[in-house]
């Protein structure tokens, strides 16, 4: 069982944003399920879960929205993380992945998917002759691990809730900046069709004028 954790923005007015996101989601959901696996939706944030509702409402387990927050702080990811870990101790699900939009610049914000449960590590090439060392735990290994990969769980959400937040505001501004490009140059081709329109019809009665004077 594959667990999705969508994160998206609360608002609107920010070009793609939110739905690039939840393409990437729904991109994934729909290979899993074409494989026979069994896929469960968890939304943070109101846009994703009102796209994803139209075609996956019976996956989509928890929505947490996120309005009116205006400072985002750990314990909103690590709140998050409870429910998520919860879940999987139940046996709710699997694998989890993460997706959201992380923030390179003001116009570049790029969808991504990240799995948290299990960790995944990268791994490290060592040379040929590389020393080897021995570690002694204190306390024991489970005992550090117990308390560590539950926090890195709370720690990968709120960097992806701090990376869309960064992300939505460079979307928006973005998507306003052309907004208001676009509106600047409508209105001034609104205008200069009036003006022409306008003298149009001056020089119209200007002629009707002088064609009048004229057959007197």
């Known amino acids: 069982m594959h667990l999705l954790l969508v994160c998206t923005g609360e608002r ?5 944003f939110n739905s690039t996101i939840v393409r990437l989601a729904r991109e994934r ?8 696996k069994t896929v469960k939706i968890f ?30 702080t750990f314990g909103h990811a690590e709140t ?8 999987y ?11 959201y939009s992380q923030f390179k610049s003001v116009v570049a914000q790029v969808p991504t998917a990240r799995q948290i449960i299990p960790a995944t590590f990268e791994k490290k090439t060592e040379g040929a002759n590389g020393a080897t060392a021995s570690y002694e ?38 998507a306003m900046d ?10 001034r081709k609104q205008t200069l069709q009036y003006n022409r329109t306008r003298q149009a019809m001056i020089t119209k009665e200007l002629i009707e004028i002088i064609s009048g004077a004229e057959a007197l």
């Open 12 to 16: 609107g007015l920010c070009g793609p």
């Open 29 to 36: 959901a729909n290979a899993l399920m074409n494989e026979g």
């Open 43 to 72: 939304c943070v944030g109101r846009k994703g879960a009102e796209q994803l509702r139209r075609n996956y409402e019976k996956q989509i387990i928890e929505i947490v929205e996120l309005r009116g927050v205006r400072v985002l």
């Open 80 to 87: 998050i993380a409870k429910k998520i870990i919860a879940l």
């Open 89 to 99: 101790d139940s046996g709710g699900f699997d694998v989890c992945t993460l997706f």
């Open 137 to 174: 735990y204190e306390p024991e290994e489970e005992d550090i691990l117990t308390e560590l990969l539950p926090r890195n769980i709370g720690v990968q959400i709120f960097r992806a809730l701090l990376e869309n937040n960064a992300s939505f505001y460079g979307a928006q501004m973005s």
């Open 178 to 187: 052309n907004a208001t490009r676009n509106a600047g140059e409508m209105i």
